[in-house]
């Protein structure tokens, strides 16, 4: 068990939610479909997942495989679904009212440039609500300025690699972006094969306190 750092688990499922808890996680991000780098969760697996854990829950809005680059229709489905899992809750063992913590959200532009007026609308649809910008983050087109742009929207952190494959590769941004992050939100949530081999180095050469895996090999 690892509990030095601040751990968020991707999971897939009330199941795997129970687990990474068990092994130390802090907080889950819900999705389903791993396989294709997560899709938006169904309710019923939501509330499940909410009932089964103590610790926050963060939701990912994502519609579809692909790239981040969506339409007017995709967008607005999007928020839409922001709308409905904003509003779920369930009563949990202990008698405490569960809900979502926070939304995991990301668009950018045909140009690799963050879509602002996208996720706007999905910041405005999760009304106040915390909200990550997930992984598309590393496939935009400048990294600093789409930090920038994404701390003037008010987003709480980013999940990055650092711009790179694996979050080991992409050390060097990923320190830079740490230092940035010290001025003020958004945060560093370091993710991209993070494992309990490597999260000391990590951690040592970033300066990182938050950390994301999926922790099936913890």
């Not at 690892?2 to 129970?18: F, G, P, R, V």
């Not at 922001?82 to 009212?97: H, W």
């Not at 990923?174 to 940035?180: G, I, W």
């Not at 958004?186 to 309990?196: E, F």
Request: contains cysteine.
């Amino acid at each position: 068990m690892i509990t030095d750092y601040y751990l968020e688990a991707c999971c897939e499922n009330s199941s795997d939610a129970q687990t990474a808890q068990e092994h130390g996680a802090s907080r889950i991000e819900l999705c389903e479909n791993l396989s294709c780098e997560g899709l938006t969760p169904s309710e019923d697996n939501i509330l499940e997942t909410l009932q089964s854990v103590s610790i926050p829950v963060n939701v990912l809005i994502r519609l579809r495989e692909g790239n981040f680059v969506y339409n007017e229709e995709e967008v607005a489905e999007m928020c839409l679904s922001i709308g409905k899992i904003r509003d779920l809750s369930v009563t949990a063992d202990d008698g405490t009212l569960r809900k979502v913590n926070a939304f995991v959200i990301g668009a950018l532009t045909e140009e690799g440039d963050i879509d602002t007026p996208a996720v706007r609308r999905m910041l405005q649809a999760a009304e106040g609500m915390p909200v990550t910008f997930h992984r598309a983050f590393d496939v935009c087109a400048e990294p600093l300025k789409a930090y920038r742009q994404l701390r003037s929207l008010g987003f709480s952190r980013i999940l990055t690699s650092g711009h790179a494959p694996t979050a080991m590769q992409g050390r060097e941004l990923l320190s830079e972006l740490v230092a940035l992050s010290g001025k003020g939100a958004p945060a560093i949530l370091v993710g991209g094969n993070v494992r309990p081999d490597n999260i000391d180095i990590l951690a040592r050469d970033t300066q990182a306190v938050e950390f994301h895996s999926s922790f099936l090999n913890w």
